[in-house]
């Protein structure tokens, strides 16, 4: 199976036309594009860990949510983790290659899969995309409702968090979810507008809580912790097309961000 074929079911199933303005999504680092895959080494992050790990356990592709190279370099100096991570990857003939806001916005992608998890019916897309089948977050039914304490403590057992952070709650039934996983505060209007009886995301930020104690519960689960399930997705889409082939999630732990 060439490493080319692989990006080629990446692609078909979440179109680099679908990302965000912003975004690098695709191919960052591809020297050894034409070659055999040995491997495929899966992540939500680049580190030079990750690429140790891929090196070690002779897998000649890193497939990562985020992309490593989403700012222009100047200088490939070393002289921060992304310019090493670049030197590692082509000194060892190491693919890179990230689907993002793309596999985000997709049918059957990142916000599906949340939806999925959290056993919503009804799944619609928050915020449509023109002309695709594909949208940024999605809002569903919940199969019975909830308190707002039931719901908390589901989100936090099906994402295994110790906490979540959340504004004031109310004495309402949870039944209508919108989510977005992420940094997806920007759709909290959208779920409003929908009717969501919650809306919940990886990061909100602080100012953004204000101003919707009355109209809808907002939770923010974590950035990392929201899109967790995100290689599952990329391993299901690689095995349709390379069955044979060695897809492992990496064992490092490239969340940033530590609780106590």
Same mark, same amino acid.
């Given at each position: 199976m060439k490493i080319r074929q692989i990006i080629g079911a990446l692609e078909e199933f979440a179109p680099l036309a679908l990302q965000d303005g912003y975004d690098n999504a695709g191919l960052q680092i591809g020297l050894a594009e034409d070659a055999d895959a040995s491997g495929a080494l899966l992540c939500l992050d680049v580190t030079e860990d990750v690429i140790d790990e891929a090196i070690r356990k002779g897998c000649n592709m890193v497939v990562s949510h985020h992309p490593l190279l989403f700012r222009p370099l100047k200088s490939i100096a070393g002289r921060d983790y992304i310019e090493r991570c670049v030197v590692k990857a082509i000194k060892n003939d190491i693919t890179i290659y990230s689907a993002h806001t793309n596999l985000d916005s997709a049918r059957g992608g990142v916000n599906h899969m949340i939806a999925e998890r959290l056993g919503l019916h009804d799944v619609e897309w928050l915020s449509p995309k023109e002309g695709y089948d594909a949208g940024e977050g999605v809002v569903g039914e919940l199969p019975e409702a909830l308190s707002a304490d039931e719901f908390l403590n589901k989100v936090k057992d099906t994402f295994h968090v110790g906490c979540v952070r959340y504004n004031k709650?109310?004495?309402?039934?949870?039944?209508? #979810?919108? *989510?977005? @996983?992420?940094? $997806?505060?920007?759709?909290?209007?959208?779920?409003?507008?929908?009717?969501?009886? #919650?809306? *919940?995301? @990886?990061?909100? $930020?602080?100012?953004?809580?204000?101003?919707?104690?009355?109209?809808?519960?907002?939770?923010? *689960?974590?950035?990392?912790?929201?899109?967790?399930?995100?290689?599952?997705?990329?391993?299901?889409?690689?095995?349709?097309?390379?069955?044979?082939?060695?897809?492992?999630?990496?064992?490092?732990?490239?969340?940033p961000i530590k609780y106590l």
């Open positions: 709650r109310e004495p309402r039934a949870i039944r209508r #979810v919108a *989510l977005c @996983g992420g940094a $997806g505060a920007f759709l909290i209007p959208k779920a409003v507008a929908k009717g969501a009886d #919650v809306f *919940l995301t @990886g990061e909100i $930020g602080y100012h953004r809580f204000f101003g919707y104690d009355d109209s809808i519960l907002l939770m923010e *689960l974590g950035h990392f912790e929201s899109e967790q399930y995100t290689m599952d997705i990329l391993q299901s889409i690689i095995n349709k097309v390379a069955p044979d082939l060695k897809v492992l999630h990496t064992t490092v732990e490239t969340n």
